[in-house]
C-alpha cells in the first residue's frame, strides 16, 4: 500500500509541477532541486506509520516540522501556500498522535 501511495502521490505531483509549467512556473527539475523538499517528503512520509512511532521520534518530526518552516516560507507564494498547509497538516497529525499517547496529568 505505501508503494501504491508514493506512485499516486509522485503522479500527481508531476502533473501538478507540469501544470505550473505550463503556465509559467517552476518546472519540475526546478522544484527537485530545492534543498527542502526531501525533507518535506520524508518528515510527511510517516504519516501512515504516525501510531507505531514512539513519543521520542514524534518529537523529533515535530521539530523537524518547525527547522522546516522556514525554508518553505522563503518560496513563492503560491509554492508556499501549498507547502506550509500540507506541513501544517503532518504537524497536526503527529501531534495529535502524540498527545493521544501521553497519560492525562493526575
Known amino acids: 500500500m505505501t508503494k501504491l501511495r ?3 502521490l509522485a503522479l500527481l505531483a508531476g502533473c501538478l ?3 505550473a509549467a505550463m ?3 517552476p518546472s519540475y527539475a526546478a522544484a527537485a532541486e530545492r534543498a527542502w523538499l526531501a525533507e518535506f517528503n520524508e518528515i ?3 504519516t501512515e506509520v504516525a ?3 514512539s513519543s521520542e521520534e ?3 518530526l515535530l521539530t523537524r516540522c518547525e ?3 522556514p525554508a518553505i ?3 513563492d507564494p503560491s509554492t508556499r501556500k501549498v507547502y506550509l498547509r500540507r506541513l501544517q497538516q503532518c504537524r497536526d497529525l503527529y501531534r495529535f498522535v502524540l498527545e493521544s499517547k501521553t497519560p492525562p496529568p493526575q
Open 58 to 60: 514524534l518529537m523529533a
Open 17 to 19: 509541477l507540469g501544470f
Open 44 to 46: 510527511c512520509a510517516k
Open 51 to 53: 501510531m507505531s512511532l
Open 73 to 75: 516560507e522563503a518560496e
Open 67 to 69: 527547522q522546516l518552516q
Open 6 to 8: 508514493t506512485r499516486a
Open 23 to 25: 503556465l509559467g512556473g
